[in-house]
């Protein structure tokens, strides 16, 4: 029977979602029928918004990968988006009722499974929503699943965070996934891009990113020490070269880092005073 998860982050809200509907990995089947012709409506507007918004500012993976979403001007059924997914690198998206609590979020992970939630947010929370989301998931997400490096690297992540949790590291290492999936920069050749979900599903967020200048080379320790909040912009922002840099610099074994970044002092979300 499934129970409401567990956040990380500062935020004082109980998720949201019905979580009788899901199994005990906390998956259920998409509620497509419940979708109201101005939720079909809400996804389209926020489709067509940030798809505007992506040249110069979202990683080239990313604009690449984006069409293979499917259908835009409504939610999409997710059995044909992983008919090209499973196609393209193996991976599966599979229904959740909303944030799901860590153990079965990385045991879906290590069996390349993205855990996508179902419902979109109301219309008045359009610009801006603290929980994922239906639009967050998919157009933030999926579309990087499509690429090989980056589908390994979650996989790793998801049996990363099995282990984590028997060291007692699930706190180190989703900021790990925080300063990463949910808020990476990656530098191209023709400047810094957004590769981050979080990221690349706000429209605010988007523009704030790419205009920041409180970016950090990648440095996995540092991660880990830095907290982070949920329910405000960034201050700062982590940058990495290519996925395989991500891929490389996450595969030693992190017993040790997370034994030694406990004895060091946390960070600050907010850049440090110069
Ligand atoms: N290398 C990590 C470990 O040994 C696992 C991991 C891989 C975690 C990739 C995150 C991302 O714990
Ligand atoms: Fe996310």
Known sequence: MAVEPVV??????????????????????????SYTPADHATYRRLYERQAALLPGRACD??????????????????DEINQRLYQATRWEI???PGLIPEVPFFSLLANRKFPV??????????????EPDVFHDLFGHVPL?????????????????????GLGACEL??????????????????????????????????????????RIVFDLKRVMRTRYKIDSYQQTYFVIDSFQELFDKTAPDFTPVYARVKTLDELSAAPAAA
């Not at 500062?10 to 089947?29: F, I, L, Q, V």
């Open 94 to 96: 599979v229904t959740v």
């Open 145 to 165: 699943l499509f690429d090989p490096v980056f589908a390994d690297h979650m996989q790793a992540y998801g049996k990363g965070g099995l282990k984590a949790h």
């Open 61 to 78: 993976a990313f604009i690449a990968a984006l069409p293979s979403l499917g259908v835009k001007d409504r939610i999409p059924h997710f």
């Open 8 to 33: 990380y982050g500062a935020s004082e809200r109980p998720p949201r979602g019905d979580y009788s509907r899901a199994g005990a990995d906390y998956t259920c089947p998409q509620d497509y029928a």
């Open 173 to 214: 290492l989703s900021r790990l996934y925080w300063y990463t999936v949910e808020f990476g920069l990656i530098r191209q050749k023709d400047g810094f891009r957004a590769y981050g979900a979080g990221i690349l599903s706000s429209p605010g967020e988007l523009q704030h990113a790419i205009d920041s200048p409180h």
């Open 117 to 130: 939630t179902d419902w979109i947010r109301k219309p008045e929370e359009f610009d801006y929503i603290v």
